[in-house]
């Protein structure tokens, strides 16, 4: 079966664990302190998988809500899950509200800090085109130098190492390949698909949106920033799309290769134990789609 008759699976990196996302349904693994594997899974809701999925740019909005929600449906999981060896339970309330204030740090860092300090740069550059420029290249740098940053933290280094593996396994599945650590590791930990490589593209889409769009008045500056942002979703969406379908070919490598190199930094080689997370929840999602129990999948 050829890559483009596979069904597309995906996911991301969790504390200890791996979610993929299937055909309609997504599984998350996670690996408890005492060394078992905890898993669940929950059917995805229709707006996800309905027609609308279908539309070219509309299914790039609803791929974003998509991400949000089913990650922190994932990681409030995989949270609970690292928490059961302290007998304590992260309620559905708090986990909303640390998503709140890390959303709230991101909406400042990268959105507000680039518009403010382009405003004040614009009568030194001379223009709003300049200004325009100063403020996609003040972003990306944040962006870039955020995850140089944060690729040092211990902790972020294993969700990283998870993120390789998670990758992996998909190659693999794309493939055809058995799910087994000896196949998987012949995969490199990048793929065109990734979360990374998406919020790279959406930085450089963002540049090429907002570069002859006007700054004044002040409030135009801020209201054109968030009324575009569902549209360069949109469109980097439907970039990372092709781009996944064929990564084979030469021209759209020449694309996918700084996304791919900033993977560099955001994912690295997993151990044996973490793939292991990956293949299972790997096996869980498959396991739903098809509507049948996985033995494998449910081991500790």
């Known amino acids: ?28 693994a996670v690996r408890r302190p005492d060394g078992s594997v905890a898993t669940m899974c929950r059917p995805l809701t229709p ?35 690292a928490a059961e060896a302290e007998g304590e339970e992260i309620s559905a309330g708090s986990m909303a509200g640390m998503m709140l204030v890390s959303l709230s740090i991101a909406v400042g860092l990268f959105f507000l800090v680039p518009v403010l300090a382009s405003d004040r740069l614009e009568g030194l550059l001379g223009s709003s085109l300049a200004a325009n420029i100063a403020e996609g290249v003040i972003r990306l740098g944040l962006f870039l130098g955020y995850i140089m940053l944060i690729s040092r933290m211990n902790d972020i280094r294993r969700v990283f190492m998870y993120h390789g593996a998670e990758h992996m396994t998909v190659h693999a599945q794309e493939r055809g390949d058995p799910l087994e650590i000896e196949r998987i590791r012949r995969y490199p930990t990048a793929h065109p698909r990734c979360g990374t490589a998406f919020l790279l593209v959406v930085m450089v889409v963002a540049i ?48 996918t290769a700084p996304s791919l190199a900033l993977q560099s930094l955001t994912t690295r080689q997993p151990d044996d134990d973490q ?26």
């Open 208 to 255: 090429l949106a907002f570069i002859f769009v006007g700054r004044e008045p002040f409030w135009w500056l801020i209201a054109s920033r968030i009324v575009l942002v569902p549209l360069i979703a949109a469109v980097s969406y439907e970039i990372i799309r092709f781009s996944g379908r064929h990564a084979d070919n030469p021209l759209v490598g020449l694309i």
């Open 275 to 300: 793939i292991e997370i990956a293949i299972t929840a790997m096996e869980q999602a498959q396991a739903a789609d098809a509507d049948m129990p996985v033995e494998s999948a449910a081991k500790s």
């Open 1 to 28: 079966m050829s890559a483009e008759q596979t069904p597309t699976y995906g996911g991301q990196a969790v504390i200890e664990g791996v979610m993929i996302r299937g055909q309609r349904n997504i599984a998350v």
């Open 47 to 81: 707006i996800f998988t309905g027609r609308l999925r279908r539309i070219p740019l509309v299914r790039g909005v609803i791929a974003m809500a998509e991400t949000l929600t089913l990650g922190m449906r994932a990681l409030s999981y995989s949270a609970n899950v």
